[in-house]
């Protein structure tokens, strides 16, 4: 594979850059700075693994809050192309937004803190993720950006030889899924995918145990339930806005086709283009549908034949994404999968031959009811047990074993949803093989496994 992106920069050596007096910001220079012992935590610096953070908005914002307290991470750089401070006139825009000065804020104000005294400058801006990526004295980088920005970042952190904690869904194409797996492997480094149900949830893992090992008898139908688009389009004919101050819209695009700016295609909503993302079904439907093909034991690959349940799609507007969600997926050993939008807070049901188990994020319900007590013995399945999902990936890094999500299990969960935007999208039914990842003699459904890429950018 070779090196994705535009340019290529020289690296800078970990000896290098602790030789230095002074940071390196995207500005310029900034004062010199010293970091005591008491600053980081107990673990001394040659074991604290350090990390990168490439979009600080949204889950970019959660995922820094999570990470910071970790003692056995320092982070070092933050990158994102929203200064974050100009466009509503506060830190936090109305989606919670935090952009990169507001990050670098944050954990200079969490290491002072926790120091006790005076102030904190060891935290590095950028707008471009490469010149993050060039620092050979970050370990691992976090990615959470919009969904059309997983793969690039991805696959040169990889090639960076940096670990990568990479938000779902693990990618806008199939093909640029599977190009993230390869540059993973390729180059030996540790992918946890944010799939964070399989960790937070633990009565999850339990009712896939439950399923597994035959509870409810034989699998036969899994229904999976997500939420509605829960953002409005603009008023349709909608009008091109300022690009607001310090906001770096073009490197936004990046790979995406040019367009003019509108803030709706930003921030929380960029979900709702299909540009950007999948909508709901790659939103919420990751989720959901990782949970259902770790109890069906297909994780590692994928359905057999997807169609068309009556979806639904906007007639007009900026916002083309599925406004109603309905599909079916069926499994080579005759499960299948039924995605469909609704409200009742039902994540999934999995029906067997012999009962059913019904989840929510918050807990679960079975029939018969003595399946709720029921103990999985120690020689049964009993699937992988994370209680942190941010935890389990330091450990990994450590460890050097897969984590709970890696990313061929990610792009599996992602590829289902993407599968079903292709059949909701061509309104019928259409037949997959898994292990090529090509559908059968279906040309018109293999242009759509790939975007094209707009200039410099590519895979």
């Not at 997500?226 to 310090?246: A, F």
């Not at 039924?338 to 999995?350: H, L, M, P, S």
């Not at 709720?372 to 450990?395: A, G, R």
């Not at 890094?397 to 590829?415: D, F, L, Q």
Request: charged share 25%.
């Amino acid at each position: 594979m070779g090196k994705c992106g535009s340019k290529t920069r020289t690296r800078l050596t970990r000896r290098d850059f602790l030789k230095r007096t002074v940071t390196t910001t995207a500005a310029g220079i900034t004062v010199p700075w010293l970091v005591p012992a008491s600053a980081l935590g107990t673990y001394a610096p040659s074991n604290r693994i350090t990390l990168g953070f490439i979009g600080t908005g949204g889950m970019g914002s959660n995922n820094l809050q999570g990470f910071l307290p970790k003692e056995e991470v320092h982070v070092l750089a933050v990158c994102d192309v929203e200064k974050g401070s100009d466009q509503y006139g506060h830190w936090f825009n109305r989606d919670g937004w935090l952009g990169r000065e507001p990050a670098q804020k944050r954990t200079e104000d969490f290491y002072a803190q926790k120091n006790g005294r005076g102030s904190y400058k060891g935290c590095d801006g950028y707008v471009d993720f490469r010149d993050l990526l060039e620092r050979a004295d970050i370990d691992a980088v976090v990615v959470s950006t919009p969904d059309h920005w997983h793969a690039i970042p991805a696959i040169m952190a990889a090639q960076a030889g940096k670990d990568i904690y990479g938000e779902k869904p693990l990618s806008l194409t199939i093909a640029e899924g599977r190009a993230m797996v390869k540059a993973v492997k390729r180059y030996g480094v540790v992918f946890q995918t944010g799939t964070h149900h399989r960790s937070v949830d633990q009565h999850l893992r339990y009712v896939c145990e439950l399923v597994r090992n035959g509870r409810i008898g034989t699998l036969k139908k899994i229904i999976s339930h997500i939420g509605t688009n829960n953002r409005e389009s603009p008023s349709v004919p909608w009008k091109p806005m300022p690009i607001p101050n310090g906001f770096d819209y073009k490197m936004w695009l990046g790979p995406a086709p040019l367009a003019p700016y509108h803030r709706a295609r930003c921030h929380y909503s960029f979900r709702f283009v299909q540009d950007y993302s999948g909508g709901q079904t790659t939103n919420l439907g990751v989720h959901a549908l990782d949970i259902c093909q770790w109890a069906n034991n297909t994780e590692r690959t994928g359905p057999i034949e997807v169609e068309d349940m009556g979806s639904e799609f906007p007639q007009d507007g900026l916002f083309n994404t599925a406004t109603k969600v309905g599909f079916r997926a069926r499994y080579a050993n005759g499960v299948e999968i039924i995605c469909q939008t609704n409200t009742d807070g039902v994540t999934a049901r999995f029906e067997g031959t012999e009962g059913w188990i019904e989840t929510t994020y918050k807990t679960f319900r079975t029939y018969p009811q003595s399946l709720k007590t029921s103990v999985i013995k120690p020689n049964e399945i009993q699937l992988y047990k994370s209680i942190d999902h941010k935890q389990n990936f330091i450990d990994c890094i450590k460890s050097r074993r897969e984590p709970i999500t890696p990313v061929e299990v990610g792009h599996r969960s992602t590829s289902v949803c993407l599968l079903g935007n292709i059949a909701m999208l061509l309104k019928r039914k259409i037949r997959w093989d898994p292990q090529n990842e090509r559908f059968i003699n279906d040309d018109q459904a293999n242009r759509m496994l790939s975007k094209p890429l707009r200039a410099p950018w590519k895979l």
